[in-house]
């Protein structure tokens, strides 16, 4: 007597396994995702950069002038 994968079952069992994980990932990714955003979660980096780095995109976006970059520079130092 010969048994195929599965107990029998076919092919389209192991397909429904890998589509429930994949299901079930995606619910739990969501789940992580809607919660970090509520609760306001950015990117750890960014909380470490120092003032004279935040000065320095600020001035590159165009933010604040040339002046104040240099007054903001010197009176970090």
Known sequence: MMYSWFGGMGWWMAIAAIFCVLFWGGIIWLIVWGVNKATGHRDSGAAL??????AKARYARSEITREQFEQIKKDLV
């Open 49 to 54: 950069n120092s003032p004279l780095e935040i």
